[in-house]
C-alpha cells in the first residue's frame, strides 16, 4: 500500500531521524551538488542537519517561501522516487 506524500515524506524523515523540513534541506544540497552524491556525502549531509536542529529546521522553512515554494513539487517527486527505492514500494 502506498503512503499520501505528506505521509511519506515524514516516513522518510523520521527513519534518517531529520524532520521533514530538515530533509527537504538534504535533497536541495544534494540537488545543487556539482559533484555524484556520494553515500558519504549524505551521511556528513545528515549530521550536520542533526546537528543544526532549529537552524536546519529555519533553513527549510525559508525553502517554502515566495519562489522557492514552486520547486517544491520538483523536491517532492524526487524524495518520492528515494522513498521508493529505500521503503522497497513500488512507485
Same mark, same amino acid.
Given at each position: 500500500?502506498?503512503?499520501?506524500?505528506?505521509?511519506?515524506? @515524514? @516516513?522518510? +524523515?523520521?527513519?534518517?531521524?531529520?524532520?521533514?523540513?530538515?530533509?527537504?534541506?538534504? @535533497? @536541495?544540497?544534494?540537488?545543487?551538488? $556539482?559533484?555524484?552524491?556520494? $553515500? +558519504?556525502?549524505?551521511?556528513?549531509?545528515?549530521?550536520?542537519?542533526?546537528?543544526?536542529?532549529?537552524?536546519? $529546521?529555519?533553513?527549510?522553512?525559508?525553502?517554502?517561501?515566495?519562489?522557492?515554494?514552486? +520547486?517544491?513539487?520538483?523536491?517532492?517527486?524526487?524524495?518520492?522516487?528515494?522513498?521508493? $527505492?529505500? +521503503?522497497?514500494?513500488?512507485?
Amino acid at each position: 500500500m502506498n503512503l499520501p506524500e505528506p505521509e511519506r515524506i @515524514a @516516513a522518510l +524523515a523520521q527513519r534518517l531521524a531529520l524532520t521533514p523540513r530538515q530533509l527537504l534541506v538534504l @535533497a @536541495a544540497r544534494a540537488a545543487r551538488s $556539482d559533484m555524484p552524491v556520494s $553515500d +558519504a556525502a549524505l551521511a556528513r549531509d545528515i549530521a550536520r542537519l542533526r546537528a543544526a536542529r532549529d537552524l536546519a $529546521d529555519a533553513a527549510g522553512e525559508r525553502m517554502l517561501l515566495g519562489y522557492a515554494r514552486y +520547486a517544491f513539487d520538483d523536491i517532492d517527486n524526487g524524495l518520492s522516487l528515494a522513498w521508493t $527505492d529505500v +521503503a522497497g514500494l513500488d512507485p
